[in-house]
């Protein structure tokens, strides 16, 4: 692992957007969870797949990094999804939001046309080079249907404004090799954003983590990366057992991204954040799936694994 702390570093949660039943974005609701996730330690992430960034209309997203920057108070760092479907889409955002205390933007590729590793490569270079903001590269192949190589990454990671990679894609060699590459590099991070390595990269050398599990526990996840940081093998297993466990109350079982992130934000609603809403396309569950929800969740804060996070 690496013991020297870098200037990206730490469990980057990248937070649901709270919604109301009608699908409009709750920013006073995102303010508390932002609260709730800085005051455990993590660092928000906010308009991150998790946070179901590329339905959002511009004007609501602005208000959401708003009510974030206000719930921490300039009291640690706040990353912000800035990803378009085109180069001016993409810088526009972090533009919009280099005014309103954000630390970095976090990019990933867009998700239409298959590109060419020159056309990635050249993707990346003009939004590093015209951004206001700090520039975190984002590997996530299960939506953009890409796979970013390590070598491109490489050479991207001497730009002077790309500061770190978060990397989503479920594959041990390659989460082996990222750590190896960058885990001495100061002026490089490495964020593990596959729930089920949290520890495993830790140890491997990442600077970083992104665990969605981080919006319902932001303390266990923080704990988990803490114990794992110092060496505490036995604890941080024993942190990364019970994440694997909660994160089954919306991960896996046959459910699409979609119909997790509803189940999610149903678990936030019944912990005392939001009303579970969604953003279309994107649909909430329906009644009697929300009931199944209600009472798992009430049976984990009666067991002592949850615990409620607002009124």
Same mark, same amino acid.
């Given at each position: 692992?690496?013991?020297?702390?870098?200037?990206?570093?730490?469990?980057?949660? $990248?937070?649901?957007? $709270?919604?109301?039943?009608?699908?409009?974005?709750?920013?006073?609701?995102?303010?508390?969870?932002?609260?709730?996730?800085?005051?455990? @330690? @993590? &660092?928000?992430?906010?308009?991150?797949?998790? @946070?179901?960034?590329?339905?959002?209309?511009?004007?609501?997203? =602005?208000?959401?990094?708003?009510?974030?920057?206000? =719930?921490?108070?300039?009291?640690?760092?706040?990353?912000?999804?800035?990803?378009?479907?085109? $180069?001016?889409?993409?810088?526009?955002?972090?533009?919009?939001?280099?005014?309103?205390?954000?630390?970095?933007?976090?990019?990933?590729?867009?998700?239409?046309?298959?590109?060419?590793?020159?056309?990635?490569?050249?993707?990346?270079?003009?939004?590093?080079?015209?951004?206001?903001?700090?520039?975190?590269?984002?590997? &996530?192949?299960?939506?953009?249907?890409?796979?970013? $190589?390590?070598?491109?990454?490489?050479?991207?990671?001497?730009?002077?404004? &790309?500061?770190?990679?978060?990397?989503?894609?479920?594959?041990?060699?390659?989460?082996?090799? =990222?750590?190896?590459?960058?885990?001495?590099?100061?002026?490089?991070?490495?964020?593990?954003?596959?729930?089920?390595?949290?520890?495993?990269?830790?140890?491997?050398?990442?600077?970083?983590?992104?665990?969605?599990?981080?919006?319902?526990?932001?303390?266990?996840?923080?704990?988990?990366?803490?114990? =794992?940081?110092?060496?505490?093998?036995?604890?941080?297993?024993?942190?990364?057992?019970?994440?694997?466990?909660?994160?089954?109350?919306?991960?896996?079982?046959?459910?699409?991204?979609?119909?997790?992130?509803?189940?999610?934000?149903?678990?936030?609603?019944?912990?005392?954040?939001?009303?579970?809403?969604?953003?279309?396309?994107?649909?909430?569950?329906?009644?009697?799936?929300?009931?199944?929800?209600?009472?798992?969740?009430?049976?984990?804060?009666?067991?002592?694994?949850?615990?409620?996070?607002?009124?």
């Amino acid at each position: 692992m690496n013991s020297t702390k870098k200037k990206y570093s730490g469990v980057a949660i $990248p937070m649901a957007t $709270p919604a109301l039943r009608t699908g409009k974005v709750d920013a006073e609701t995102m303010g508390k969870l932002a609260q709730v996730i800085s005051q455990s @330690g @993590g &660092i928000p992430f906010v308009l991150g797949t998790t @946070g179901e960034a590329l339905s959002i209309p511009r004007n609501e997203a =602005a208000q959401l990094v708003s009510s974030v920057r206000d =719930a921490v108070h300039g009291n640690g760092p706040i990353y912000v999804g800035i990803s378009g479907i085109n $180069p001016s889409d993409t810088l526009q955002s972090a533009k919009d939001y280099a005014d309103k205390g954000v630390s970095a933007g976090v990019v990933h590729l867009p998700y239409y046309y298959p590109l060419t590793n020159d056309q990635i490569l050249s993707y990346y270079e003009e939004i590093a080079s015209k951004s206001p903001i700090p520039v975190i590269l984002y590997n &996530i192949p299960a939506t953009t249907k890409i796979s970013i $190589p390590l070598e491109i990454i490489e050479t991207l990671s001497h730009h002077e404004n &790309i500061v770190g990679l978060k990397d989503s894609e479920r594959d041990d060699e390659r989460l082996k090799e =990222a750590c190896e590459r960058w885990r001495d590099r100061m002026d490089f991070s490495f964020f593990v954003g596959w729930g089920a390595k949290l520890v495993e990269g830790t140890h491997l050398g990442a600077d970083g983590l992104a665990p969605s599990t981080g919006n319902i526990v932001p303390k266990l996840c923080v704990d988990l990366f803490n114990a =794992a940081v110092k060496g505490d093998q036995e604890l941080a297993t024993k942190h990364q057992e019970m994440h694997d466990k909660i994160s089954t109350l919306y991960q896996g079982a046959g459910r699409t991204l979609g119909q997790s992130l509803a189940t999610l934000k149903m678990i936030l609603k019944h912990l005392g954040l939001g009303e579970g809403g969604m953003i279309p396309p994107l649909t909430m569950l329906d009644a009697n799936e929300e009931e199944k929800v209600r009472i798992k969740v009430l049976e984990w804060i009666e067991a002592g694994h949850l615990e409620r996070l607002g009124d």
